[in-house]
């Protein structure tokens, strides 16, 4: 009977563990796709009005895709809206820090602004980029080197055919570690991913990742914390 009592409470302890694991997972994917959703919104409504029309945004977005407000998004039949372009021109912006969601945009353009100073790393993570309009007056993002054609043409810079990092190289004083591999991460730069079967640090471990022995510390730990925080509450009731 004792034995049937502890196997009965590790069956219910190992499924509220598994319960409270779920409902954190599907807690943080919520907020995490509420959020995403709420910064597009920003982003796209940074200036008034929509894309302007017989911009370089507008001619793309009429064959590729959607336009709302400043934003060109994937057609696609899945239920997340993915930015392929951006049509920031004539927004009085004077200072560009992030672009939040828009990583996955093929074209922007932020020309006619009065931009005086515009990071590199702006653009990190940007590698689909393949057409920027900026103000004539700024350099293309990874210097000319990182672009197919660099031409100024009314008053705006336009940085044409984003070049693979990966395949410049052998010219650059550093290369990724052993077991892993080059991948383009926007203009100018590029990051290191481990080779299948590898992870960790310079991808120096063999084997598939504990994703399991991770994901059973956290969720011990949550239940731990969890626990704690409900006790500690409950004695305060009962002395009140």
């Known amino acids: 009977m004792t034995l049937f009592l502890a196997k009965m409470t590790a069956s219910i302890t190992t499924h509220a563990v598994s319960t409270v694991y779920l409902c954190t997972v599907l807690f943080v994917l919520f907020n995490a796709y509420v959020d995403s959703q709420d910064i597009d919104v920003q982003l796209c409504q940074m200036c008034e ?43 009085s912006i004077s200072h560009v820090e992030h672009l939040y969601n828009s990583f996955t945009a093929v074209i922007i353009d932020l020309s006619n602004n009065p931009i005086t100073n515009l990071s590199d790393f702006v653009f990190q993570g940007f590698s689909h980029l393949t057409q920027l309009l900026l103000p004539s007056k700024l350099e293309c993002p990874g210097g000319n080197a990182s672009w197919e054609t660099v031409e100024v043409k009314n008053n705006a810079r336009i940085c044409e055919g984003q070049k693979n990092v990966c395949n410049q190289m052998a010219l650059m004083p550093w290369n990724c570690p052993e077991n892993s591999f080059c991948s383009p991460y926007g203009p100018g730069f590029f990051e290191c991913d481990c080779l299948h079967n590898f992870h960790g640090y310079k991808c120096m471990r063999q084997g598939e990742f504990p994703i399991g022995k991770v994901l059973g510390i956290i969720t011990g730990s949550t239940v731990v914390v969890s626990s704690l925080l409900w006790f500690t509450q409950r004695r305060k009731v009962e002395t009140t």
């Open 49 to 91: 009005g929509t894309v302007r029309q017989g911009s370089p945004v507008w001619d793309f977005c009429l064959k590729k895709g959607q336009i709302k407000g400043r934003c060109c998004f994937e057609n696609n039949t899945s239920n997340i809206d993915t930015i392929i372009g951006l049509d920031l021109s004539n927004c």
